[in-house]
């Protein structure tokens, strides 16, 4: 299994980027995909999660209006949209595979993130002002 993230770099102050996540070694249609990143010295945080066979989508309050999940089934890839970025959304930002119980559990209650099984090796965001 590998999710590869790309799409990462450097942006000013309500620049926008599109992160790109490519799944595979696992069936894309049964799995949930999830969002997270890391700030410097800060605990992981979910972001966002697809459950393309359940047609759910999930964006944290954090991300909210400014920040947009989607898929590409076609190409196995899941993307994640950040328009009007801050200098507070510079992180490394990971996609994770797992059942839709693990992503939905780990985004959305900001618990048990050790039961994820399958992350990529994340994309460094910085922001500046």
């Known amino acids: 299994v590998q999710l590869v993230e790309s799409g990462g770099g450097l942006v000013q102050t309500g620049g926008s980027l599109r992160l790109s996540c490519v799944v595979s070694?696992?069936?894309?249609?049964?799995?949930?995909i999830g969002w997270f990143r890391q700030a410097p010295g800060k605990e992981r945080e979910g972001i966002s999660y697809?459950?393309?066979?359940?047609?759910?989508?999930y964006i944290s309050d954090s991300a909210k209006g400014r920040f947009t999940g989607s898929s590409d089934n076609a190409q196995n890839t899941v993307y994640l949209t950040m328009n009007n970025l801050k200098p507070g959304d510079t992180s490394v930002y990971y996609c994770?595979?797992?059942?839709?119980?693990?992503?939905?559990?780990?985004?959305?209650?900001?618990?048990?993130?050790?039961?994820?099984?399958?992350w990529g090796k994340g994309a460094l965001v910085t922001v500046s002002s």
């Open positions: 994770a595979a797992d059942t839709p119980v693990v992503i939905v559990t780990v985004v959305m209650l900001g618990r048990e993130i050790d039961r994820v099984e399958f």
């Open positions: 070694g696992l069936p894309f249609e049964s799995y949930a």
């Open positions: 697809i459950i393309k066979r359940a047609g759910d989508r």
